[in-house]
């Protein structure tokens, strides 16, 4: 099993820490070998800004993404940048009050791409209060469609990397994502 995993968003909106939460999952509570990658635009919020998750049960021998298996979309430019990339049925997940999906229809049917849409930004705000944790609502969304690393896994690497003081209210944030109905 061989996984890639690409966020996409802007600055400011958690999409490092996403990456590295998610890393950190697979490699120190899954047991498994994760490498991740990160880029971003000069500015320190706002401009572009990406992160790489590959997770794997065997050697990784090439650290950079090519084609994902899974592409998070958290901002219209990043789906706009990046949708081309992924890979044939490769899954698509955006928050679709942030990110439009009517420019790239004809490749999702092309591709037989499977699209979920998660508004993880109206749901850190409403639900949780908090805006800055739509990035973990967006893990528990990803765990949920994915499996690709565990519920324990996800909640020890969160509990891990957040601030101190804020673990109970970001893993509400990650409950909530992950009791998201997609049926």
């Given at each position: 099993m061989k996984k890639?995993?690409?966020?996409?968003?802007?600055?400011?909106q958690g999409v490092i820490l996403s990456?590295?939460?998610?890393?950190?999952?697979?490699?120190?509570?899954d047991r498994k070998n994760s490498i991740q990658s990160q880029s971003y635009g000069p500015?320190?919020?706002?401009?572009?800004?990406?992160?790489e998750v590959i997770i794997s049960d065997e050697e990784?021998?090439?650290p950079k993404i090519q084609n994902p298996d899974v592409l998070v979309a958290i901002s219209h430019e990043a789906l706009l940048k990046y949708h081309t990339d992924l890979k044939r049925n490769g899954i698509l997940i955006v928050d679709p009050d942030l990110a439009h999906m009517s420019e790239i229809s004809e490749f999702i049917e092309k591709n037989e791409i499977k699209v979920y849409?998660?508004?993880?930004?109206?749901?850190?705000t409403e639900e949780i209060g908090l805006r800055i944790v739509a990035n973990i609502v967006m893990i528990g969304v990803i765990t949920k469609i994915t499996n690709i690393i565990s519920v324990d896994s996800a909640k020890k690497a969160i509990?891990?990397?957040?601030?101190?003081?804020t673990e109970e209210k970001n893993?509400?944030?990650f409950d909530a994502g992950y009791n998201l109905d997609f049926n």
């Open positions: 890639e995993i690409r966020i996409g968003g802007f600055g400011g990456g590295v939460i998610i890393g950190k999952a697979a490699a120190l509570f500015e320190a919020r706002g401009g572009a800004s990406k992160s990784i021998n090439y849409q998660a508004k993880v930004t109206k749901i850190a509990i891990d990397t957040v601030p101190k003081g893993i509400k944030a």
